[in-house]
């Protein structure tokens, strides 16, 4: 690497907004010919963000990207791929119903005579580069089935297809196994040494210093430091992506801790998660933390019955739940507060007071038809209760801010009475006020006896919140923490993996 | 490290393996249709010797011509996660169109009519595709207003007439009902739109595109596929199609007035799925919907032939339609859970 190059592509400065967030401030990074650069930061610390500008899929709004030195400005992914900059992205962009090779050449299949589609020469092409990256894998069988990993290496065929200058991957290590791992990173150092530039996201310290000549770290929002792998230290990178002092935001009040409630015993959904086992008392907040892809949020969909479980079983009370059965799992005294709460929490059009009341339509309805009167008095009781911000309980919930539309989830499950509740990522988008509320909240509730299982990407959220940790990695748990225990670093590791190796 | 040594003791088997179910599935999907179509016929034949004779035969071929062409254009369509609701409604227009030309003006040479009409039709789908593709409105509200809307446009114009065979050159009506060595020129035009739609989807970029599109509408564009404008086009194929189709309804039937293909579109959509077409899009080909086609127009005339009531007709033809979607599921279902199965084993 050469540190006087030309950067082959540059952010200066580079701001982006979503509406009042900030998503990224001050965005300064330099990709150069022949460089291996890592970026790592938090969950939420707007790596994300910084990927999707470079990538063409949303614009600046302030600042400027440069492409061997010239501004430009991407208004498209084909924009940035003309430019010669491959992404690849953490979810999934490929097309399951087609075969991987017109994956991997999607738009620009090769032709022969009339235009028409070279299909052997498509074959030769792909399945090429697929031994290229060293993997056993059928051009012509379809992507649909395929697991992350096999899916991961489809991406990367995908760029090198093009001899991408610049290569993005976001986090392409998160779901592939160790051998699978030394060849992407194979892969990633011949391009090198062929002159690409190399922008590498991972979570793992340990990879980012066995491949990266250069880090950048970034923390709320903000490119907080630049330096070459040489001069830092694992520990050190670890303090300024964390780099704050944990605030008295959450507060949980002590509260006996009875029974176990909720049980889970060695769930396994393939491919998915393995071997998972833990119990909630009453009580008590467990945290589930890990990094996003660790496969939390599947485990909490298993546990509730929305996905089924190839193996292992959940006991809420002392009794077994049948699988596949989420009207079970809620008569057994069960609640689940979804992450994605405007998918799958509520109905959006509907009005706040039916939203609120939809898990109790059965007890407010009388001979089958559900009076208004006793909804409305249901649904008021709760606003006052959980102190909702709204204008008439008439309106559609679409209405309310984000943290008002959680309280209504909340709500939903609460007029239930659970013995057990399940809440994913409870304050992701939520303003830091209404954050704390949905605290006291969790933690009332934990007061009155519920078991309450948190799954939470923010660090300070879990260590202030819960009684245990329980870290998830690639589909395991790989780590369990007393609250005295958890500090941010044994969670980060545990999160990457790297307490399995200690212990 | 078992799996890696799993993996390199039988590397191309599991994909191998996973490929051969894949193509089996899809081959076992039209083959299917040909099963059907051929037990239909042996049934009818033994019960009504009679429906086997050529007049009958040419009948059928005619019927299902013009729903083949329109299963084509709405293939295109449905392939992208779209539909068109207005094609009964566009081959109404242009039929008239035809017919109302040809009865003033009977020297106008016919491949000029049915260029008119073809571009009548894609005019109306490029209506469809501006509003749907531009206007962000979903397909289905879109070509259900336009469905009312060109039809509305078709009784305005003909203004209660009727276009009649006498009115009609010989020469245009020999299309409808001439052949070509043996073979009705209908079936012709149909086979060749069949074949070249279903090549253009099978050995083109732009067909392989609308696979993309269909299958994941957000993976599409990050990979730098111009969507809007590939659904626009869709649109305005499937709307020239149905032009073409209303020009040989009018040249097949003589008879035209504001309510010709009413309630086409319904039958058309249904041949497409029965033909295999997934209606999320993503999957399927024209030759399937066009067997769809020649399968529900069989099922119509052997009812026919067979004196059974007409509402038995719909009854039989909603039936095949949802064990065509059943089927779908199924095996949509134990194919999904055998890949993942097999992808998990080699992962370990």
């Given at each position: 690497?050469?540190?006087?190059?030309?950067?082959v592509?540059?952010?200066?400065?580079?701001?982006?907004?979503?509406?009042?967030?900030?998503?990224?401030?001050?965005?300064?990074?330099?990709?150069?010919?022949?460089?291996?650069?890592?970026?790592?930061?938090?969950?939420?610390?707007?790596?994300?963000?910084?990927v999707?500008?470079?990538?063409?899929?949303?614009?600046?709004?302030?600042?400027?990207?440069?492409?061997?030195g010239?501004?430009?400005?991407?208004h498209?992914?084909?924009?940035?791929?003309?430019?010669?900059?491959?992404?690849i992205?953490q979810?999934?962009?490929?097309?399951?119903?087609?075969?991987?090779?017109?994956?991997?050449?999607?738009?620009?299949?090769?032709?022969?005579?009339?235009?028409?589609?070279?299909r052997?020469?498509?074959?030769?092409?792909?399945?090429?580069?697929?031994?290229?990256?060293?993997?056993?894998?059928?051009?012509e069988?379809?992507?649909?089935?395929?697991?992350?990993?096999?899916?991961?290496?489809?991406?990367?065929?995908k760029?090198l297809?093009?001899?991408?200058?610049?290569l993005?991957?976001?986090?392409?290590?998160?779901?592939?196994?160790?051998?699978?791992?030394?060849?992407?990173?194979?892969?990633?150092r011949?391009?090198?040494?062929?002159?690409a530039?190399?922008?590498?996201?991972?979570?793992?310290?340990?990879?980012?210093?066995?491949?990266?000549?250069?880090?950048?770290?970034m923390?709320?929002?903000?490119?907080?430091?630049?330096?070459?792998?040489?001069?830092?230290?694992?520990?050190?990178?670890?303090?300024?992506?964390?780099?704050?002092?944990?605030?008295?935001?959450f507060?949980?009040?002590?509260?006996?801790i009875?029974?176990?409630?909720?049980?889970?015993h060695?769930?396994?959904r393939?491919?998915v998660f393995?071997?998972?086992?833990?119990?909630?008392?009453?009580?008590?907040?467990?945290?589930?933390?890990?990094?996003?892809?660790?496969?939390?949020?599947?485990v909490?969909?298993?546990?509730?019955?929305?996905?089924?479980?190839?193996?292992?079983?959940?006991?809420?009370?002392?009794?077994?739940?049948?699988?596949?059965?989420?009207l079970a799992?809620?008569?057994?005294g069960?609640?689940f507060?979804p992450e994605?709460?405007?998918?799958?929490?509520?109905?959006m059009d509907?009005?706040?007071a039916?939203?609120a009341?939809?898990?109790?339509?059965?007890?407010l309805?009388?001979?089958?038809?559900?009076?208004?009167?006793?909804?409305?008095?249901?649904?008021?009781?709760?606003?006052?209760?959980?102190?909702?911000?709204?204008?008439?309980?008439?309106?559609p919930?679409g209405?309310?801010?984000?943290?008002?539309?959680?309280?209504?989830?909340?709500?939903?499950?609460?007029?239930?009475?659970?013995?057990?509740?399940?809440?994913?990522?409870?304050?992701?988008?939520?303003?830091?006020?209404?954050?704390?509320e949905?605290?006291?909240?969790?933690?009332?509730?934990?007061?009155?006896?519920v078991?309450?299982?948190?799954?939470?990407?923010?660090?300070?959220?879990?260590?202030?919140?819960?009684?245990?940790?329980?870290v998830?990695h690639?589909?395991?748990?790989?780590?369990e923490?007393?609250?005295?225990?958890?500090?941010e670093?044994?969670?980060?590791?545990?999160?990457?993996?790297?307490?399995?190796?200690?212990? | 490290?078992?799996?890696?040594?799993?993996?390199?003791?039988?590397?191309?088997?599991?994909?191998?393996?996973?490929?051969?179910?894949?193509?089996?599935?899809?081959?076992?999907?039209?083959?299917?249709?040909?099963?059907?179509?051929?037990l239909?016929?042996?049934?009818?034949?033994?019960?009504?010797?009679?429906?086997?004779?050529?007049?009958?035969?040419?009948?059928?071929?005619?019927?299902?011509?013009?729903?083949?062409?329109?299963?084509?254009?709405?293939?295109?369509?449905?392939?992208?996660?779209?539909?068109?609701?207005?094609?009964?409604?566009?081959?109404?227009?242009?039929?008239?169109?035809?017919?109302?030309?040809?009865?003033?003006?009977?020297?106008?040479?016919?491949?000029?009519?049915?260029?008119l009409?073809?571009?009548?039709?894609?005019?109306?789908?490029?209506?469809?595709?501006?509003?749907?593709?531009?206007?962000?409105?979903p397909?289905?509200?879109?070509?259900?207003?336009?469905?009312?809307?060109?039809?509305?446009?078709?009784?305005?114009?003909?203004?209660?007439?009727?276009?009649n065979?006498?009115?009609?050159?010989?020469?245009?009506?020999?299309?409808g009902?001439g052949?070509?060595?043996?073979?009705?020129?209908l079936?012709?035009?149909?086979?060749?739109?069949?074949?070249?739609?279903?090549?253009?989807?099978?050995?083109?970029r732009?067909g392989?595109?609308?696979y993309?599109?269909?299958?994941?509408?957000?993976?599409?564009?990050?990979?730098?596929?111009r969507?809007?404008?590939?659904v626009?086009w869709?649109?305005?194929?499937?709307g020239?199609?149905?032009?073409?189709?209303?020009?040989?309804?009018?040249?097949r039937?003589?008879?035209?007035?504001?309510?010709?293909?009413?309630?086409?579109?319904?039958?058309?959509?249904?041949?497409?799925?029965?033909?295999?077409?997934?209606?999320?899009?993503?999957?399927?080909?024209?030759y399937?919907?066009?067997?769809?086609?020649?399968?529900?127009?069989?099922?119509?005339?052997?009812?026919?032939?067979?004196?059974?009531?007409?509402?038995?007709?719909?009854?039989?033809?909603?039936?095949?339609?949802?064990?065509?979607?059943?089927?779908?599921?199924?095996?949509g279902?134990?194919l999904?859970?055998?890949?993942?199965?097999?992808?998990?084993?080699?992962?370990?």
């Open positions: 690497m050469n540190a006087a190059a030309q950067p592509l540059a952010l200066e400065d580079a701001a982006k907004s979503y509406g009042a967030v900030h998503a990224l401030r001050h965005g300064n990074i330099a990709l150069r010919p022949g460089e291996v650069r890592a970026l790592v930061g938090e969950n939420g610390a707007g790596k994300s963000t910084l999707k500008l470079l990538g063409g899929v949303v614009r600046l709004d302030d600042g400027q990207m440069l492409v061997e010239e501004p430009v400005d991407f498209s992914p084909t924009d940035a791929r003309d430019a010669g900059i491959a992404v992205y979810e999934p962009t490929l097309f399951p119903d087609l075969s991987v090779a017109e994956n991997v050449v999607m738009g620009r299949h090769p032709l022969g005579g009339l235009r028409r589609i070279d052997r020469e498509m074959r030769r092409e792909v399945q090429e580069l697929l031994d290229r990256l060293g993997v056993r894998l059928d051009a069988r379809p992507v649909r089935g395929l697991s992350i990993a096999d899916q991961q290496i489809v991406e990367i065929a760029a297809s093009f001899d991408a200058r610049v993005i991957m976001d986090e392409p290590t998160a779901a592939l196994s160790g051998p699978e791992v030394e060849r992407l990173f194979t892969v990633v011949t391009l090198r040494d062929r002159g530039a190399v922008l590498f996201i991972s979570h793992r310290l340990e990879e980012v210093f066995a491949l990266c000549d250069t880090v950048t770290i923390r709320d929002g903000e490119v907080v430091h630049s330096a070459t792998t040489a001069e830092l230290t694992p520990g050190e990178v670890v303090r300024r992506m964390v780099g704050r002092e944990l605030s008295a935001l507060p949980k009040e002590a509260a006996e009875g029974a176990p409630l909720l049980r889970v060695r769930l396994t393939e491919g393995t071997d998972v086992s833990f119990e909630v008392r009453a009580g008590e907040i467990v945290a589930l933390a890990g990094l996003v892809g660790a496969g939390r949020s599947e909490a969909r298993a546990i509730f019955g929305i996905d089924r479980a190839d193996a292992g079983h959940v006991e809420v009370d002392g009794r077994r739940l049948p699988g596949r059965r989420p799992a809620m008569r057994a069960l609640g507060v994605d709460r405007r998918q799958q929490g509520l109905v509907l009005s706040i039916r939203n009341t939809l898990t109790r339509m059965g007890a309805a009388r001979g089958g038809i559900i009076r208004s009167r006793s909804e409305r008095r249901l649904a008021n009781d709760w606003a006052q209760r959980l102190q909702l911000k709204f204008h008439k309980l008439d309106d919930v209405f309310l801010s984000g943290g008002n539309q959680q309280k209504v989830v909340l709500a939903k499950w609460l007029a239930t009475e659970p013995k057990v509740l399940i809440v994913d990522e409870p304050t992701r988008g939520i303003d830091v006020g209404t954050k704390a949905v605290h006291r909240l969790l933690s009332e509730l934990a007061g009155r006896g078991a309450v299982l948190m799954i939470s990407s923010e660090l300070p959220e879990v260590l202030g919140m819960a009684d245990r940790v329980l998830m690639e589909g395991r748990l790989t780590g923490l007393s609250r005295a225990e958890a500090t670093e044994r969670v980060m590791q545990a999160a990457t993996g790297q307490l399995e190796a200690a212990a | 490290m078992s799996a890696v040594d799993a993996t390199a003791a039988d590397p191309t088997a599991t994909g191998g393996e996973a490929r051969r179910l894949t193509e089996w599935v899809f081959r076992v999907r039209e083959l299917g249709i040909v099963g059907a179509f051929v239909l016929m042996v049934f009818t034949a033994v019960m009504e010797p009679r429906f086997v004779n050529a007049d009958s035969l040419r009948n059928l071929a005619l019927n299902a011509a013009i729903f083949a062409i329109l299963a084509a254009g709405q293939t295109l369509v449905i392939i992208t996660r779209n539909v068109d609701l207005s094609v009964g409604s566009v081959l109404g227009l242009a039929a008239f169109m035809a017919g109302d030309l040809l009865s003033a003006h009977p020297g106008l040479a016919i491949p000029a009519v049915i260029v009409g073809m571009a009548l039709g894609a005019a109306c789908g490029a209506l469809n595709g501006v509003l749907v593709t531009f206007g962000q409105v397909a289905l509200v879109v070509t259900l207003g336009t469905l009312y809307a060109f039809r509305g446009v078709a009784f305005l114009w003909t203004d209660g007439r009727q276009v065979a006498e009115t009609l050159p010989d020469a245009f009506l020999n299309l009902t052949s070509i060595l043996g073979v009705p020129t079936a012709v035009i149909a086979l060749v739109v069949v074949v070249v739609v279903g090549q253009a989807l099978r050995d083109f732009v392989r595109e609308l993309a599109i269909g299958s994941n509408p957000e993976g599409a564009r990050l990979a730098g596929v969507s809007g404008r590939r626009f869709a649109f305005v194929a499937s020239a199609l149905a032009g073409l189709a209303g020009v040989l309804f009018t040249a039937f003589g008879t035209v007035d504001a309510t010709a293909g009413s309630g086409y579109e319904l039958t058309v959509i249904s041949a497409t799925v029965v033909g295999g077409v997934a209606i999320f899009g993503g999957t399927g080909s024209v399937g919907a066009a067997l769809g086609a020649l399968l529900l127009n069989t099922i119509t005339s052997s009812l026919i032939v067979l004196k059974v009531d007409a509402f038995w007709q719909q009854a039989a033809i909603g039936a095949l339609l949802l064990l065509a979607i059943a089927f779908d599921r199924l095996v279902l134990r999904d859970a055998a890949l993942r199965r097999r992808s998990a084993l080699r992962a370990g």
